[in-house]
C-alpha cells in the first residue's frame, strides 16, 4: 500500500518551485519535517491520534529535522486554522494517505 509515497522523498528539490506561492522556506521544511515525523508517529504507535501535549523526542529513531517539534499542536493547528494545508491539495492528499484523522471522534 505504499505505492504513492514514492514521490515524496527523492525530489524535494525540484517541486519547491511550483509551490512558490507566499510559503516560506522555512514552513516548507517545516513541513517536510511534519511528515517525517507524522510516519515515525505512525510507525511507532500505529495511528495518528497524536495527544495535544506530544513533543517528538530528540533522539533515534524520530528524525532529526523534527527533534524537538510541538507534533500535538501542530496536530490542532491544521485541524483548526488549515495550517501548511489551506489551498494545497497536495499536502491533503499527503495527510490522508498517512491516516490523518481531520476532526477527533471522541
Known amino acids: 500500500s505504499s505505492s504513492s509515497s514514492s514521490s515524496s522523498s527523492s525530489s524535494s528539490s525540484s517541486s519547491s518551485s511550483k509551490r512558490s506561492k507566499s510559503r516560506s522556506e522555512s514552513e516548507d ?5 511534519l511528515i517525517a515525523a507524522f510516519k515515525m508517529y505512525r510507525a511507532a504507535y500505529g495511528d495518528l ?11 533515534n529513531p524520530w528524525p532529526e529535522s523534527a527533534w524537538g517539534l510541538k507534533l500535538g499542536q501542530r496536530v490542532a ?4 486554522t488549515g495550517k501548511y494545508v489551506d489551498g494545497d491539495d497536495e ?3 499527503t495527510l490522508d ?4 484523522l481531520w476532526r477527533l471522534r471522541a
Open 29 to 33: 521544511s517545516e513541513w517536510d519535517a
Open 49 to 59: 491520534k497524536v495527544p495535544s501535549r506530544f513533543v517528538v523526542p530528540s533522539m
Open 77 to 80: 493547528a491544521i485541524r483548526s
Open 91 to 93: 499536502r491533503r492528499k
Open 97 to 100: 494517505s498517512l491516516g490523518f
